[in-house]
């Protein structure tokens, strides 16, 4: 299931290949959510490695997005933020189990 998220501030990245350089700007970000609502082991090894919530939010979200961390890294805090809530708020809930006491 895909997400997609408009960033507040744009991301500007620059590219340097064969042809010389150039700069591109990412506006929109799409997260590559997996389709039952559940993260596994593939989706999480990315955060290995990365220490404190933001770091592994961040590992998770280039994971997500199929962009390196040094892009992520550039954020905005603006836009972290929701993305982080995005990523909190991915789960679905589980099956309900009955009444509590």
């Not at 961040?58 to 992520?72: C, E, F, N, R, Y």
Request: hydrophobic share 45%; no cysteine; proline share 6%.
């Amino acid at each position: 299931m895909a997400a997609t998220y408009t960033l507040k501030v744009p991301i500007k990245i620059k590219l340097v290949g064969p042809a010389g350089e150039r700069e591109e700007t990412i506006t929109q970000l799409t997260l590559d959510f997996p389709e039952d609502g559940v993260f596994r082991a593939k989706h999480l090894r990315a955060t290995d490695g990365h220490s404190g919530r933001v770091a592994m939010t961040v590992a998770l979200l280039a994971d997500l997005a199929g962009h390196p961390i040094k892009v992520m890294d550039e954020l905005a805090e603006v836009d972290l933020m929701a993305l982080m809530d995005m990523i909190e708020g991915f789960q679905r809930p589980g099956p309900s189990t009955g009444e509590t006491v």
